[in-house]
């Protein structure tokens, strides 16, 4: 981006393009055969990125009742990862739902590809490994027309946003589904609420909040038996490149259920951000990147705001929770983490018992349903594509995420057209490639400097 963040070009003329692909790829995925019609047929899943996210996804998509899977094959980069995410899956005593073999357990940085080579056509690939390699998980799985369940964000810059949309409309194409772990939108609660919200049951959307305030966050030095490579894979949440950091990856549910409720997407962000005295991991003193407090505002085109505050400091109040005002009421979305039951709507903007006016009494697991919701559309060949929905939950926090790293007003044409990719070439990393990016002499990475960099971030 330029100091002046000019557009390269405008999302309305992006926007075009993509809808011409999409109504090519529309009659494309018509003429296509179903792979898994309704019935009992086996879908086997493959796991490429074994940490508790990726575990977490793999006994979700094998506790769907639709009709039998399987767990096949898995992948990570590290043995040690792939190791404790087998033993943790086979203690869950899953039976005959989870058969992989050692000869169907890879590791390395093309073990994606290995994993997702075990598969069949309709099959699904799990990906929860850093957001900075979805894009290359899902153009292999289209390659061998896999249905995908990607964890979230799907982005964490421009050009790599454009990418994600592509690949979005070759799935269409396709007749592939691709679900995005943004459980928010498959909470029962949030749907009602949703629904009832655009009914227009609290009037004019003014104002939404959210807030993920905690302790935790901070990295050490890097351990001398790590590569500079695989100790920014391994503490992806400390690196902008491969994570978008804590901002994009801690706080994107909130900031997508709350746009969800609006039913629009913000188009421009300012924002304040710090480092503050916090210096040391047990006295080792603290190397990422990113800042401690955000506090951004988002500006809706009808002129509607958001606020969002985040902080990592051990200590503080913990606030974990999202709040919509309408001009004849207020909502609670969120009453404890990212989709905290029970969703409540109240007359005027004091959350009293008095002023209640409903309550969502639903309490199923949004983790399993976007399992069940994904199966099923799989057996029951409809259509289902979250991709597009993941890249612009990802773009919005992005753009807070930038606009607090720059010290500048962000818009979304910004975020999407920006032309600095973080980490590129990722589609041909191995094992003895260099890191995005490199310490100084002190063993410090680049952090944002807001007002002096103001063409990119780090």
Known sequence: MNPNLSVVSSRREFLKTTGRLAAVSALAGTALPHVHAAGNDLIQVALIGCGGRGSGAAVDALNTKSGPTKLVAMADAYEHRL????ESLTSKSLGAKMEVPEERRFIGFDAYKKAMDCLK????AIFATP?????VHFQYALAKRLNVFME????VDGPT???MLQLAEEATAKNLKAAVGLMSRHARPLQELQKRIQDGELGDIILMRGYRMQGGGGLGRKPANLTELDFQVQRFHSFIWASGGNYSDNYIHILDHLGWMKNAWPVKAQALGGRHYKQSVNGTPYVDQNFDTYSV???FADGAKMFFDGRHITGCQDIYSSYVHGSKGMAIASRSGDCGAPATMFKGQNPTRSNMLWESTNRSNPYQNEWDDLIDAIRNDQPYNEVKRGVEASLATSMGRMAA???QEITYEDMLNCEHEMAPGLDQVTSNSPAPVQPDANGRYPVPEPGINRNREY
């Not at 056509?121 to 699904?124: L, R, S």
């Open 121 to 124: 056509p309709g099959d699904v």
């Open 297 to 299: 505002e988002y500006t």
């Open 83 to 86: 190791r404790n995410s087998y």
């Open 161 to 163: 946003s454009k990418r």
């Open 131 to 135: 957001p900075a390699f979805r894009w």
């Open 152 to 155: 979230k964000p799907v982005t």
């Open 405 to 407: 790293h720059t010290g």
